[in-house]
């Protein structure tokens, strides 16, 4: 569970409705473990972890027999993709689905595992009150921030389609939030796409005004939260990971049912203002996650449509053939 993206934080069988692939027969393979039988997990995080701070998570693991060594912190979900896929990690951090098709088409060899639903959406396009910008269709002939191929990207698409805005009419400006947030602030963009967390703070900081909502604006869900893995590691590992992600969950179950606490403590990371705070707990962000199953197949597939559909992918993507369900 990475708080600043979305508030957010279990024997393998063969899937032939979907043809996903089998992990029976290799889950007690060791990728990484140590002469007394202990196995190493490297789990990416970003700038606030719940999961990570708080300790509960990690000693879950480790009375499992599961260290845990963490990696990071990361701003978003595509570098820790990369470092899954370069094999200084094990586990993506649970963000974004769009990064994670994008750079399944682009060759990395990486496997989904885990996927997440949120109520309320609260990712927005925002924009600052002098800037004369009070709806989307404001947007024509200005420049927004948006990571590439990601979130920020698909939800201005989606902005601009409902409201009959020329894409090619608006700027897009391709920056990672700690690039985005400065920019946003000095008017150097004139509106941002972007996530809860860097979403509330420009609001309390910049006075931003939201313009668009993904949960008022969208009736379905696009982009949902997602784990992967290495294919490799999938097929030696499936006992451990089926452990992660249920501490995983069970650490989005506690913060769902106690925000303020949560908040509390990824405040001690983030040192967000008591204003932040405050909108963040107000939200109540409800998360659930999963390991891949028969609707996370067909979530994941239905969303990553939309976007290849809307050009925000690269090209079409089956996501069975990049999925293993535990």
């Known amino acids: 569970m990475t708080l600043s993206r979305r508030k957010i934080l279990g024997a393998a069988l063969a899937l032939p409705a979907f043809g996903l692939p089998s992990l029976a027969a290799c889950g007690n393979e060791a990728a990484a473990s140590d002469s007394g039988g202990r196995k190493k997990v490297r789990l990416t995080y970003g700038a606030i972890s719940v999961p990570k701070t708080r300790g509960v998570f990690e000693k879950t693991l480790n009375d499992q027999g599961i260290d845990v060594e963490w990696v990071g912190p990361f701003p978003n979900h595509a570098p820790t993709l990369q470092a899954v896929a370069t094999n200084t990690a094990d586990f993506s951090f649970g963000g974004s689905s769009t990064p994670a098709d994008q750079a399944l088409l682009s060759g990395n060899k990486l496997v989904f595992v885990g996927w997440s639903k949120s109520t309320p959406r609260t990712s927005s396009i925002i924009a600052l009150p002098n800037s004369g910008i009070t ?162 197949i067909a979530q994941l597939q239905a969303g990553a449509d939309w976007l290849s559909a809307h050009k925000v992918l690269s090209d079409k993507i089956n996501i069975a053939d990049h999925a293993v369900r535990l």
């Open 135 to 296: 709806g989307v269709k404001d947007l024509a002939g200005k420049k927004v921030a948006v990571n590439k191929a990601g979130l920020g990207e698909f939800l201005l698409v989606a902005a601009l389609e409902k409201y009959n805005v020329p894409r090619d009419s608006v700027t897009f400006t391709y920056l990672n939030p700690p690039d985005a947030a400065p920019a946003f602030g000095a008017g150097k963009v004139d509106a941002w796409s972007i996530w809860s967390g860097p979403l509330e703070l420009a609001e309390v900081q910049y006075g931003a005004k939201r313009i668009f909502v993904d949960g008022d604006e969208l009736d379905k869900q696009i982009d949902f939260g997602s784990y992967l893995v290495r294919e490799d590691y999938a097929k030696k590992e499936a006992d451990t990971i089926r452990k992660v992600i249920a501490a995983y969950q069970a650490e989005q179950d506690w913060a769902n049912a106690n925000p303020a606490e949560a908040q509390k403590i990824g405040n001690a990371v983030s040192k967000y203002p008591q204003g932040v705070v405050d909108k963040l707990v107000a939200e109540n962000v409800q998360v659930t996650w999963s390991l891949i199953d028969d609707d996370g």
